[in-house]
Each structure stands twice: as structure tokens, then as C-alpha cells.
């Protein structure tokens, strides 16, 4: 699961919509063109790490996820979580940080939760929850350009 201690950054990321967004049954419905939605925030897979991306045209002066989950067995239940998580300071526009690393055979039958934090001067205070899943979570939109969430995530504003 975690490495709190590895921090990552990659600059420069830029949204190309996947596949799974412009075809098939589970085709979005989004128009392509210049006026169709992009990724304010999103998350991408690299392997075994997961990212979260700073789509917007502002620094966030901090963006901090921490991972939660269970297990079950019979009638027992195992939980974790990632202690403090990740911590970023100035995410600048298109960039891309590491909040989570996932082991696929030791994690596989774990289901998982992130929740990402964002202060931002001009988004405010956010928590993001995307759904949960087994084994990982999936590179996915959290928010998209016309302030809709993407698909089953929250996103709640945080008052000081």
C-alpha cells in the first residue's frame, strides 16, 4: 500500500480523454469539439502509483490524500489506513502528484477509499471522495471544467 515517504511529482501532464469516454456502452456524454468539458482535477494510473492532476490555471497551496479500506474474512473485518498519507505544497497547473501506490497481488482483495484535500485561493477548501474500489482506485475525473463531478465522486467545500 502506501509510502508516505515516497513523494513524486510530474510536470506537464496533460488530459487526452481515454478511449472509454468517446466509445463503447459506457460512453460519456460528452460532445468532442472545443466546447466539450476537460478535467479541472483528475487522477491517472502509472503503473502501480496513482496520480492526482492540477488541471486548473492556479497553484493549489496544498493537496493531501489519505487511503482507507477493509477486508473481510468470514465474519472478521480488517481495516487500514495510510497513517498521514501524502502532502503537497504548490501544485502548480498541470502538474501531476503521486497520492497513493497500490501492490497488485497483496492488494487485490482490499477494498479502498481516498480522500483528497485541496486549499486553493481561488477554489477554497475541498474534499474529494471518489468511490470506492477493489484493489485500487482508477484513474478517473474527479471535476470537470463546468463544476460537474465526475461519475460517483463527492466533492464537498470545507468552511474554516
Not at 95 to 114: C, G, N, P, R, T
Not at 121 to 135: A, N, Q, R, W, Y
Request: hydrophobic share 35%; net charge negative.
Amino acid at each position: 500500500m502506501s509510502e508516505p515517504d515516497k513523494n513524486k511529482r510530474v510536470a506537464d501532464v496533460k488530459w487526452e480523454r481515454p478511449q472509454e469516454y468517446t466509445e463503447g456502452l459506457y460512453a460519456a456524454p460528452i460532445p468532442p469539439g472545443p466546447d466539450a468539458p476537460a478535467p479541472l482535477f483528475w487522477l491517472i494510473v502509472d503503473g502501480e502509483e496513482l496520480f492526482f492532476v492540477n488541471s486548473t490555471d492556479a497553484m493549489l497551496k496544498r493537496v493531501s490524500a489519505t487511503l482507507g479500506g477493509f477486508e473481510t474474512c468470514d465474519d472478521d473485518v480488517v481495516t487500514v489506513n495510510n497513517g498521514d498519507g501524502y502532502t503537497y505544497k504548490d501544485v502548480r497547473p498541470d502538474e501531476a502528484v503521486k497520492i497513493e501506490k497500490f501492490l497488485a497481488i497483496e492488494d487485490s482483495d482490499w477494498m479502498f477509499q481516498i480522500t483528497i484535500h485541496i486549499v486553493s485561493d481561488v477554489l477554497g477548501k475541498m474534499k474529494i471522495t471518489p468511490p470506492m474500489e477493489k484493489g485500487k482506485v482508477s484513474g478517473q475525473v474527479l471535476l470537470w471544467n463546468n463544476n460537474e463531478p465526475g461519475k460517483n465522486v463527492s466533492i464537498k467545500t470545507v468552511q474554516e
